[in-house]
């Protein structure tokens, strides 16, 4: 299945609602270091509900250690910034989607990383700064899961 990496998040609803996305979808779901939050966070908890359980989660104390696991896939980094929009790749399970923090997305370091296959977007009206955290992983990760023709649910 894909596997889904926040990079530094920093709200814990998010990551609590990736929880939920990974035990329903059968992705992955990678953290890697600091996170703005414990994984014992009451808002974690609840927006995860009874999932965390279900879900694979890993925590990586940096993005090497994560690459060290992850590699070799393709990864697609996603940015507001990149002109390749998300349904113009075609996913293959093992793909790595990552996504940065919330408040400021991916650094360009993170972006043009030599790991980093290709960085893509979801389309948003011009004027707007960027989209949820949690739902754009769900929207990229039900788009790689439908290529796939839904494979395992």
Not at 3 to 25: D, S
């Amino acid at each position: 299945m894909f596997r889904v990496l926040f990079y530094h998040p920093e709200i814990p609803p998010n990551t609590g609602n990736a929880i939920r996305l990974a035990a329903n979808t059968g992705c992955e779901l990678h953290l890697v270091e600091p996170l703005g939050f414990t994984l014992e966070d009451k808002q974690l908890r609840r927006a995860g509900l009874d999932y965390h359980d279900l879900a694979r989660v890993h925590v990586h104390a940096a993005l090497e250690a994560a690459w060290e696991v992850l590699l070799p896939s393709k990864v697609y980094a996603f940015t507001a910034s990149a002109t390749r929009l998300y349904t113009d790749v075609s996913y293959a399970p093992g793909d790595v989607l990552m996504f940065g923090p919330e408040s400021v997305g991916l650094p360009a370091e993170v972006q043009d990383a030599p790991e980093v296959t290709e960085r893509v977007r979801l389309p948003m009206r011009p004027s707007n700064r960027s989209l949820n955290l949690a739902n754009t992983a769900a929207i990229t990760v039900y788009e790689a899961w439908r290529q796939n023709g839904f494979a395992g649910a």
